[in-house]
């Protein structure tokens, strides 16, 4: 009723009709509280003769990579008084690849969200403005996406963490580089290998074990792992490292979906011997080691 009135007495008070734009989150084709609009109450009846003749819902489309550089130029002027240096436009590429991998954009849709988009942006800010930074390096904006992809659907546990917590989960995110390049992983020579009897899982289930009474569960143990499913099928490889503490889980789909085991958090690095699936200083999953 209170929308009749406006739209009734807002146009013989003013002469001319008043518009009203309801805005509702959705995904893909689908029409949101399009059920409720359908009722047959009188109330929704009248709702929806007042909706517009030719174009009664539409749909705003996220953002193409030369809209993200718009929005990252507007940032930049808002965000000039802490930053004097930032310029966030030379990362328009690199950040538009991050968000439309197929976790924050599962309809491939090639567009970036406003959500998504201003958290990375965000979180980054925030890193470098208690680093007392006067510009965004590009390794936190990567820390950042490495969060919004590994985490997307990770239930954080909060147990009295104080407030250093998210300055440590973004040096948890960042591993340490020199010149640019990612950490190279320990391998073990072929003729050392052969001779080993015991598979990379078998020997962290047995370290596990001798932990597991004072140790509790990693925060990652039962995620899912956003893995293509026909990648992981076609690679032949079903072991997978935990992107937060290292464990090792040979997985296999259930229901359509990698899910990772229960385990205690690992507290000791042991040398890589095999291939397996890995995701730690990437913003996607790979096979590496072998």
């Known amino acids: 009723m209170l929308l009749k ?35 047959p109450d009188p109330t929704w009846l009248q709702f929806r003769r007042r909706f517009d003749k030719l174009a009664p819902f539409c749909r705003i489309a996220s953002h193409t990579s030369e809209e993200v550089r718009a929005i990252l130029a507007t940032l930049e002027q808002e965000y000039r008084s802490l930053f004097p240096q930032l310029n966030l436009r030379q990362w328009t590429s690199s950040i538009y690849t991050w968000l439309t991998h197929p976790v924050l954009d599962p309809t ?13 942006v965000t979180t980054a800010l925030e890193w470098s403005y208690l680093a007392g930074e006067t510009d965004v390096v590009p390794s936190r904006l ?30 948890k995110a960042e591993p340490a580089s020199v010149n640019g390049k990612e950490p190279e992983r320990q391998t073990v020579p072929e003729n050392e290998r052969a001779s080993t009897t015991k598979t990379a899982e078998t020997v962290e289930t047995a370290k596990e074990q001798a932990q597991t009474s004072t140790s509790p569960n990693c925060t990652f143990s039962g995620e899912l792992v956003p893995i293509d499913l026909k990648r992981f099928t076609e690679s032949s490889i079903n072991l997978v490292e935990c992107p937060h503490c290292g464990r090792m889980r040979s997985l296999s789909p259930v229901k359509g979906v990698l899910r990772f085991k229960a385990h205690t958090r690992r507290k000791q690095q042991t040398p890589l011997t095999e291939k397996l699936w890995s995701a730690t200083g990437k913003t996607d999953w790979d096979v590496v080691g072998g």
Not at 10 to 15: A, I, K, N, P, S
Not at 143 to 169: C, F, M, N, Q, Y
């Open 5 to 39: 009135e406006v739209t009734d007495q807002g146009r013989l008070q003013y002469d001319h009709p008043l518009g009203l734009c309801l805005v509702a989150a959705g995904r893909g084709d689908t029409i949101p509280l399009k059920e409720t609009f359908d009722l």
């Open 142 to 171: 990567k820390s950042a996406a490495e969060l919004l992809v590994l985490r997307h659907d990770t239930l954080k546990l909060i147990d009295g963490a104080g407030p250093d917590a998210l300055h440590l989960d973004q040096n």
């Open 108 to 120: 491939h849709s090639g567009r970036v969200t406003m959500d998504n988009l201003m958290k990375l």
